[in-house]
């Protein structure tokens, strides 16, 4: 492999800020994995976020580059696997997808492909287009990729802030992570936080159902799982929704002492381990994480009596998509009433409308 730009390349990053800023170029925040993909001729490599290359993972996307890409390209972009027929993004789906075995992986790559959404273009043919302003390489990307069929896309994009803001309520709908903007005037600056990403932020009253111990030690909370009541199904009992955790160590420590009272068996608790086989949504559920390997996801059980208010962005199925931010306690609240009704429902969009709409 011969490019002007080689392999491997960390890619550029984003800030959070609170609002859309004005007077900037605006795409959808895809979730899933980032991704420099190259190729040269037969040649293709899919980058990472760490830079370590993720090309055997996804056979079904190089065969997409190989069909779709310009022969020599380096295009940055995001591995999504969509859910058709639940209408959004799977992340969890997508994670499955790092296994070791290649016969896995192969069987995967057919059961779940996957798609890449390209959102900027840092060489094409003998040309470094990475010193080149954003407007002059989106325009180029969209010729070198006018002809590409899924599942190759091209982000929707725009300079219009009023349908930005329409796009940050309408695409969480189809599982998107928020909204991305950036100078039109900017250069390729990779791992440099020179772009802005704006997402949701919403709360809810959760139910603390046990705690793992932090990996300084056994005396204090590495995190408190969450669950939550499902109102339109009672028998699933109480939900494992996620966890809230970045505690500053002194209150982790605090946090361990307040909560030994409420320190369980799993006798008589929700997701106690004869349960795991019925079905329900359970933290023991990804005991052992292939994402995170050799990571304890073990738990202490506490009796679901405690009432804690977080902050989160987005929900993808019935869990937080990321770790969510400790508010406050609510002791005026019977964890009974901690239900799926609370949570704000986002607007429904068809998925397959904001893929195409970069097209």
Not at 24 to 31: A, L, N, T
Not at 303 to 328: A, K, L, N, S
Request: proline letters at 8%; glycine letters at 6%; aromatic letters at 8%.
């Amino acid at each position: 492999m011969q490019l002007p730009v080689m392999p491997p390349i960390k890619p550029m990053l984003a800030k959070p800020i609170g609002a859309i800023p004005a007077g900037q170029h605006y795409e959808p925040k895809w979730d899933g994995f980032r991704s420099i993909i190259f190729r040269d001729g037969d040649e293709v490599e899919i980058g990472s976020r760490n830079e370590r290359p993720m090309t055997r993972y996804f056979p079904e996307v190089v065969e997409a580059v190989k069909a779709n890409f310009p022969d020599r390209a380096v295009i940055d972009g995001e591995i999504v696997i969509a859910d058709r027929e639940a209408n959004r993004l799977e992340f969890e789906v997508l994670q499955q997808r790092i296994h070791p075995a290649a016969s896995r992986v192969n069987l995967l790559a057919r059961e779940t492909p996957a798609s890449f959404i390209a959102f900027d273009l840092l060489a094409l043919g003998e040309r470094n287009l990475m010193r080149e302003p954003l407007a002059d390489r989106r325009a180029a990307l969209e010729e070198a990729l006018a002809k590409a069929e899924p599942p190759v896309y091209v982000t929707p994009a725009t300079q219009d802030i009023d349908l930005a803001g329409q796009w940050f309520n309408q695409f969480e709908g189809a599982g998107l992570d928020g909204l991305i903007a950036k100078p039109l005037t900017l250069t390729y600056q990779p791992d440099k936080r020179v772009m802005s990403k704006i997402k949701h932020e919403r709360t809810a009253d959760c139910v603390v159902a046990g705690y793992r111990v932090h990996k300084s030690g056994p005396d204090a909370i590495g995190s408190l799982l969450l669950g939550l009541y499902d109102e339109t199904n009672p028998g699933n009992g109480l939900v494992s929704v996620g966890v809230v955790g970045a505690f500053p160590m002194a209150r982790r420590r605090e946090l361990f002492t307040e909560l030994q009272p409420l320190v369980s068996t799993f006798d008589n608790h929700p997701w106690a381990w004869a349960r795991q086989e019925d079905g329900h949504r359970t933290p023991r559920k990804s005991e052992t994480s292939r994402w995170n390997a050799g990571k304890d996801l073990s738990f202490i059980p506490l009796r679901p009596e405690r009432v804690v208010e977080v902050r989160y962005d987005y929900m993808e199925g019935p869990r937080f998509r990321h770790t969510t931010q400790f508010v406050r306690w609510r002791t005026d609240r019977d964890p009974e009433s901690c239900t799926y009704a609370q949570l704000e429902r986002p607007v429904r969009f068809d998925l397959d409308q904001v893929l195409l709409g970069g097209q």
